[in-house]
């Protein structure tokens, strides 16, 4: 919620460069520019124009890259009313990248299980890597990471967003082209 003065989003911000790179076309949703009515559960039909732009952005991508700071041992609030909004219509199925920022040295750890659990739980699929960035403040510099191998986890982190979500693409015309292969031997 801190716009450009947010650690979460200069992390993020390395890793969508890494994904252009990779070719992917990137769509940042910066939630502090948006004003997301709170979830009211079941009956919320997502007719609020700011969610029902939230649905269709989220919608038309391929894969997903989440990113929050640590509040209170787990990810923001903010994120999770957002994703509330949404669900498997816009996640079912689709490869998720997890980046968490962290003011302590114990870094991210909390925030990056709690997102997994909830991506399983919208039907997604979370990379096995995942990057936590410990003591925000002191961690950046220049709007770059000091610890330059951390720097490359980030950089690595959308690449491989960017590889598994094009792989994971195929997999239906994979799936249907090895099926004729099996038909064809029987
Ligand atoms: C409400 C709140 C709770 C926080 N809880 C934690 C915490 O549990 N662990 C931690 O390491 N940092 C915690 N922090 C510090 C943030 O993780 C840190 O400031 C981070 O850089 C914020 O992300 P941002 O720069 O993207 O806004 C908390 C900050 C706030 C505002």
Redesign the pocket.
Known sequence: ??GD???????LDLALVAAVSAGATVDLVDLSTLHLPLCSGPEDTGDNPQTQMLKARVGAAQGVLL????????FSGVLKNALDLMGGDEFRGKVFGLLG????????V?TLGHLRAVVRGVGGWSLPVQISI?N??SAFADGRLVDKGLEDRVRFLGRELVRFTRLHSMVPELEHRLMEIIDEDV
């Not at 990113?67 to 787990?74: A, F, I, K, M």
Request: hydrophobic share 25%; charged share 15%.
């Open positions: 919620m801190r003065n947010s650690y979460t989003r200069l992390a990113g929050s700071p640590e509040y209170h041992n787990s920022v962290a003011g302590g040295s114990t870094g991210a909390s410990p925000a403040r």
